[in-house]
C-alpha cells in the first residue's frame, strides 16, 4: 500500500528542510534537495508506521494546491511505501495444545507468541 501526503520544502542558507503539514512533527534536514527528498520519504514512512503501530488513524492528505508557501518554499508529495509494514505486521492465530503443557508454561511466565514465531522461523529457514 503507498500513501501520498504534500511536503513543504524550504530553502534556508544553503541547506533544505521538509515538514508535512499532515503530519505534525514529522520534517527532516539535509544539505542538499535530492538529500531532503529522499529523508522526506523515510521520515514520512517512519512516522506513520508509528501511527499504524499505535493504532492510530492515517490523516486524510490536504490537496496539493491547498497547502500554502512562502516564495523560499515549495509543495510536492511525497510517497510512503508501507508494504514493509503490511509484512511485518503481527496477525493473531489460535493454536490447541494439551492442557498440561499449558499449565507448564504459563508457571514457567513463557511468552507464547514468541516460542511459535522462533519455532516457526527455524523451521522455514531450514528448508
Excluded at 76 to 104: F, H, Q, R, S
Aim: glycine share 6%; proline share 4%; net charge negative.
Amino acid at each position: 500500500m503507498k500513501v501520498f501526503y504534500p511536503a513543504v520544502v524550504h530553502e534556508e542558507d544553503g541547506a533544505y528542510w521538509v515538514e508535512f503539514p499532515d503530519a505534525p512533527g514529522c520534517h527532516t534536514f539535509a544539505d542538499t534537495l535530492e538529500e531532503a527528498m529522499e529523508s522526506a520519504k523515510e521520515a514520512l514512512e517512519g512516522h506513520i508506521m508509528g501511527m499504524l503501530e499505535n493504532g492510530m488513524q492515517l490523516p486524510a492528505a490536504s490537496g496539493i494546491k491547498t497547502v500554502e508557501t512562502d516564495s523560499d518554499s515549495f509543495v510536492t508529495l511525497v510517497g510512503a511505501d508501507l508494504i514493509d509494514y503490511e509484512k511485518c505486521k503481527a496477525v493473531k492465530k489460535t493454536l490447541t495444545i494439551p492442557d498440561w503443557l499449558n499449565d507448564m508454561a504459563v508457571k514457567q511466565h513463557i511468552n507464547f507468541s514468541q516460542v511459535l514465531q522462533q519455532a516457526l522461523m527455524e523451521k522455514v529457514i531450514r528448508k
